[in-house]
Nanobody, 127 residues
Framework: QVQLAESGGGLVQAGGSLRLSCAAS????????MGWFRQAPGKEREFVAA????????NYAESVKGRFTISRDNAKNTVTLQMSSLKPEDTAVYYC????????????????????WGQGTQVTVSS
């Protein structure tokens, strides 16, 4: 069982930056593939980024590639999403998720691969 808690959301102007953090409970955090997803009002949830258990392999949605960076600290049970050059279309609730299955590239862009989800944190980018 893993419990996830996101923080760091807020209101930022276009072009600005935000850093989201996800704190995980449990002793086996390093065994989980971690991901970030987002859901904008009236839209379906979409994949943002994923990171392998060791942190060596990463995957990003095309819409955020080059602007967002996912990282993890297994000693601190945290995963972070550094977001820069933010755009109004990045406005959404951002969710942290944990998958008990080993990282498998693009397959971990599917929400169905994840077993645990946080409550989400709101990110609003004004134009």
């Amino acid at each position: 069982q893993v419990q996830l808690a996101e923080s760091g959301g807020g209101l930022v102007q276009a072009g600005g930056s935000l850093r989201l953090s996800c704190a995980a409970s449990g002793r086996t955090f390093s065994a989980y593939t971690m991901g970030w997803f987002r859901q904008a009002p009236g839209k379906e949830r979409e994949f943002v980024a994923a990171i392998s258990q060791s942190g060596e392999r990463l995957n990003y949605a095309e819409s955020v590639k080059g602007r967002f960076t996912i990282s993890r600290d297994n000693a601190k049970n945290t995963v972070t999403l550094q977001m820069s050059s933010l755009k109004p279309e990045d406005t959404a609730v951002y969710y942290c998720a944990a998958s008990a299955t080993a990282y498998y590239g693009s397959r971990h862009s599917l929400g169905s691969r994840y077993d645990y989800w946080g409550q989400g944190t709101q990110v609003t980018v004004s134009s």
